[in-house]
């Protein structure tokens, strides 16, 4: 999981994009990017850490141009310490490209081989979007007949990328000379959305982000999702093509998303992620009361901040207190998206508090949005109990997480996750709590698509069920040995 954001304008771009990045800050945390283009010449600045960490007034100044694009990183491919993993990427031909991508390629292996020996490139890193982007250029390269360059042929370049790259993948990359292009993989699996505005001028300029969250922030009209297998261009002087390149698209966006990934006040897929939080909750609250007694049940707490939404609905359906007894410190990062496990269970404690006062002789049902590794959970339920609860309930918004998750979501081993090979009773034992409740599958399917013509998600961290069909027993052991190597 990352965020990226793609600007033509008809101004300095520079501040539109810094901005953009502090909105998908939530999004990566490991390094950030900023890539612009001045007539044919880049200028590109990219650093480890958070947005307001990485840039300076220096920086700024030196990002010049009315197009570029930007990125936040979370690491599932390559080392987090080394700066030289970190996005934009750069190739000098053909014209020049520069390359931002969420997501993660499935069949690295056999494209490391094939860049080498067939394609004649050279990837200076272990990241999956600089092998993507020599791929890109490699096709690009191929199409050109003449000295100009035409969206005919840069689509047909993304027609072979797609036959050429599985896995998940948005990318946006700036072609130098000429413009903007942005597509999507055939399924759709993350999230890419394009907006537009008009100047007091006339002019119409673009932008195309992974959330919602950022057009509208930036006073953009949302257009629309990119859609799955689609490749949109979008020329200097702000002119706007789009073709599909994928034969069989077909919608797929992970579920994941909506869980626990995009901030709630986006929209993605046509589906409000804070709607679908609240339904989550509705349904959770239904399975809750099949399980227990809720007269057994004094307060409904929330694990800030993603799991509020269905906390809340729990609470208001099951007809209970609701009370916020752990407090945020918002100045640590997501504990999941933290890369290693070490500094994962080191930050918990730092990130929330929970106060005595709320939890004294309570029994506590607590709810979060998903338990993954259970490296929080545990933690949160032993900070419940030297609280004073004389109970505790654990409940998750989503169904267990049994599977690794190989389409951008730093989950490789399954060793690594407290579900895979437990029975919910275990898992209660494992993390130390009275009860432990879990969202079914059908219910989380059916909260997040309610509504809408969506007929499947990507669930394949709860189901094992791998939308791309080129996900084998093989490369999951593959992956689970390069990671623990």
């Given at each position: 999981m990352c965020g990226i954001v793609g600007i033509v304008s008809t101004e300095p771009v520079n501040q539109q994009i810094y901005d953009s990045l502090l909105l998908l800050q939530h999004r990566g945390q490991d390094s950030t990017g900023i890539a612009t283009a001045d007539g044919p010449v880049f200028h590109m600045t990219k650093a480890r850490g958070q947005v307001r960490e990485a840039f300076r007034t220096r920086d700024m100044r030196s990002l010049l141009g009315n197009i570029g694009l930007g990125h936040v990183r979370y690491t599932t491919k390559g080392a987090a310490e080394r700066e030289e993993e970190a996005q934009p990427f750069y190739v000098n031909a053909p014209y020049g490209i520069i390359l931002v991508h969420n997501g993660n390629l499935t069949n690295t292996r056999e494209l490391s081989g094939?860049?080498?020996s067939i394609d004649r490139r050279h990837v200076n890193s272990t990241s999956d979007t600089?092998?993507?982007?020599?791929?890109?250029?490699?096709?690009l390269q191929g199409q050109i007949k003449g000295l100009e360059l035409d969206?005919?042929?840069?689509?047909?370049?993304?027609?072979?990328?797609?036959?050429?790259?599985?896995?998940?993948?948005?990318?946006?990359?700036?072609?130098?000379?000429?413009?903007?292009?942005?597509?999507?993989?055939?399924?759709?699996?993350?999230p890419l959305i394009l907006g537009k505005r008009t100047t007091d001028a006339g002019k119409v300029e673009w932008i195309v982000a992974s959330e919602s969250l950022v057009l509208e922030n930036g006073d953009y009209e949302v257009v629309r999702d990119v859609e799955p297998g689609e490749a949109i261009f979008i020329s200097l002087d702000g002119e706007m093509v789009s073709r599909q390149c994928a034969p069989n698209p077909r919608l797929v966006p992970c579920s994941f998303e909506y869980v626990y990934l995009a901030r709630?006040?986006?929209?993605?897929?046509?589906?409000?992620?804070?709607?679908?939080?609240?339904?989550?909750?509705?349904?959770?609250?239904?399975?809750?009361?099949?399980?227990?007694?809720?007269?057994?049940?004094?307060?409904?707490?929330?694990?800030?901040d993603s799991s509020r939404p269905a906390a809340m609905q729990v609470a208001q359906k099951l007809g209970i207190e609701y009370r916020e007894g752990f407090y945020k410190n918002r100045y640590v990062g997501r504990t999941f998206i933290m890369p290693g496990q070490a500094q994962r269970r080191r930050s918990v404690r730092q990130k929330l508090n929970a106060m005595g006062m709320e939890f004294k002789g309570k029994?506590?049902?607590?709810?979060?949005d998903s338990i993954v590794r259970g490296t929080t959970s545990k933690e949160i339920v032993e900070m419940a109990r030297a609280a004073g609860a004389n109970e505790v309930t654990f409940t998750s918004a989503a169904p267990p997480v049994r599977y690794p998750h190989v389409y951008?979501?730093?989950?490789?081993?399954?060793?690594?996750?407290?579900?895979?090979?437990?029975?919910?009773?275990?898992?209660?034992?494992?993390?130390?709590?009275d009860h432990m409740i879990y969202q079914e599958v059908a219910d989380l399917q059916a909260a997040?698509?309610?509504?809408?013509?969506?007929?499947?998600?990507?669930?394949?961290?709860?189901?094992?069920?791998?939308?791309?069909?080129?996900?084998?027993?093989?490369?999951?052991?593959?992956?689970?040995?390069?990671q623990l190597s």
């Open positions: 094939d860049l080498f600089e092998m993507l982007l020599n791929v890109l250029a490699t096709e969206p005919d042929q840069v689509f047909r370049a993304v027609e072979l990328v797609h036959e050429r790259v599985e896995g998940s993948y948005a990318v946006i990359a700036m072609i130098a000379g000429y413009g903007l292009l942005a597509f999507r993989d055939p399924f759709g699996i993350r709630p006040d986006s929209i993605m897929n046509g589906i409000s992620v804070y709607e679908a939080r609240l339904r989550m909750g509705n349904r959770l609250a239904t399975t809750i009361e099949t399980h227990m007694d809720k007269g057994d049940i004094d307060v409904v707490m929330p694990i800030p029994n506590v049902l607590i709810v979060d951008g979501i730093n989950m490789p081993s399954r060793q690594e996750l407290i579900a895979h090979g437990r029975k919910i009773p275990e898992i209660a034992r494992e993390l130390g709590a997040i698509t309610q509504g809408t013509p969506i007929e499947q998600l990507d669930m394949s961290c709860f189901t094992g069920d791998y939308v791309t069909g080129t996900v084998t027993e093989e490369y999951l052991g593959w992956v689970e040995k390069t």
